[in-house]
């Protein structure tokens, strides 16, 4: 039994480091976050967006309307994320720590999409070893 755990794991491990599609694409229709969701985010269903540190994560921060349904998140984070999912507004949280991104150039683009959006240095929030391998891996 453990010998299949351990071979699905791996298979699935390979298989995501492998696959160079984007993880996380915005566009003039919203916000598509392939690792969490099945359709994307549009725009004026986001009521509110911020650049943040988590857990010593960087996450872009989102308060989505109701009227985006949980049934538009893929099983595992609809399960993991329920408390979050059944707040008012709804709390989504796209980690952003293992992608590579020029913040500057992400805080353009998002002060350019909400007017109450404000510009946020990450990098600065880390601590500790956390903050290390950040410099250290991206």
Do not use: C
Request: glycine share 2%; aromatic share 8%; hydrophobic share 45%.
């Amino acid at each position: 039994m453990e010998l299949i755990l351990g071979a699905v794991t791996l298979f699935v491990a390979l298989k995501s480091l492998l696959d160079k599609n984007p993880q996380v694409v915005m566009d003039e229709s919203g916000i598509m976050d392939n690792r969490i969701l099945k359709n994307s985010i549009a725009w004026h269903q986001i009521q509110k967006m911020e650049l943040t540190v988590v857990n010593n994560q960087k996450v872009l921060k989102l308060n989505v309307s109701d009227k985006f349904k949980n049934e538009n998140f893929k099983w595992l984070f609809a399960k993991t994320a329920a408390v979050r999912l059944n707040q008012n507004p709804k709390t989504v949280l796209l980690n952003l720590d293992q992608l590579k991104i020029n913040y500057s150039t992400l805080n353009g683009y998002l002060a350019s999409r909400d007017s109450d959006f404000i510009p946020n240095d990450v990098n600065k929030n880390l601590t500790g070893l956390e903050k290390f391998l950040n410099k250290l891996l991206y």
